[in-house]
């Protein structure tokens, strides 16, 4: 059922349909089979995320928007959702999502350009989108941004941490990478590198997530998970047990609050 469109500079085409199968973001990596419930829970939040963003489309001339899932339960984070991407609207009408994942198991990660029904079929926690248009200029911005290939690329990093330092670029996670592609998109010219990026993104208030982290359960996070490490995050920090990482609810908030995009709205 899944097939991704890879953004990769150099990639043979059998490398990508073997890679697809086993990316995930924002969710845990436990194989399980589809099952007719899973998928028509799937393919019916997309069709009403689908509904409400052709919608927004029709009313407003939105082409693109900040779309979120819940992957799997962080409510002992005081988080709800786990993974956001950029949903836009093609000329051809269509939508789709550009956003990074990581390959279960490995401590890698790419971008992918994938359908509305694509994204949802992950086997969600909760089958709910969370949905957030930023202003038009923004948008405009983003949507030339993400639909050029090499440009979508630019500040992508392979090597991933599901908790990494949102200040830091040894590991990237998903959330950091649609998060750092707004300031490029922003900043085009002036933003070429991920420490220009956050520099950027500082100068405008974002504040990451604190996640509270006991060091036993970052022991067993990074000894029996590849895409799980902690040692980017600053010492003082990590023996405080306060992980600064990019969450989805980090970002809305801030949009909101720097009037780069309005109130986040919930599809169910």
């Not at 924002?26 to 919608?55: D, F, H, N, V, Y």
């Not at 939105?62 to 992957?71: D, E, F, H, K, Y």
């Not at 208030?205 to 970052?218: D, F, K, N, Q």
Request: positive net charge; aromatic residues 10%; proline residues 3%.
């Amino acid at each position: 059922m899944r097939q991704h469109l890879f953004f990769g500079r150099s990639v043979a085409l059998a490398l990508l349909l073997a890679a697809a199968a086993t990316a995930h973001a924002g969710r845990s990596c436990e194989s399980r089979a589809m099952t007719p419930e899973t998928l028509a829970k799937g393919l019916a939040i997309a069709q009403r995320t689908a509904q409400a963003l052709e919608a927004e489309y029709r009313k407003n001339g939105s082409q693109l928007a900040l779309l979120a899932r819940v992957g799997q339960d962080l409510s002992k984070y005081q988080l709800h959702y786990s993974h956001f991407g950029w949903a836009y609207r093609t000329p051809e009408g269509l939508w789709r999502v550009a956003h990074k994942l990581n390959e279960c198991g490995t401590a890698q990660a790419h971008v992918y350009r994938q359908g509305l029904a694509e994204f949802f079929l992950d086997d969600m926690w909760r089958y709910e989108a969370g949905v957030q248009f930023p202003r038009p200029e923004v948008q405009q911005a983003l949507w030339r941004f993400v639909t050029a290939p090499e440009q979508v690329l630019r500040l992508q990093q392979e090597s991933y941490s599901m908790v990494s330092y949102a200040w830091g670029q040894r590991y990237q996670q998903s959330n950091q990478w649609a998060l750092e592609t707004l300031a490029a998109a922003m900043e085009p010219s002036a933003v070429q590198r991920r420490d220009q990026a956050q520099a950027w993104l500082k100068f405008k208030g974002y504040e990451p997530g604190v996640l509270i982290i006991r060091a036993l359960s970052r022991l067993g996070g990074r000894m029996t998970a590849a895409n799980i490490a902690f040692d980017d995050h600053p010492g003082d920090k990590r023996y405080a047990s306060r992980i600064e990482t990019v969450t989805v609810e980090s970002v809305t908030q801030w949009l909101q609050r720097s009037q780069l995009a309005g109130e986040p709205r919930v599809i169910q």
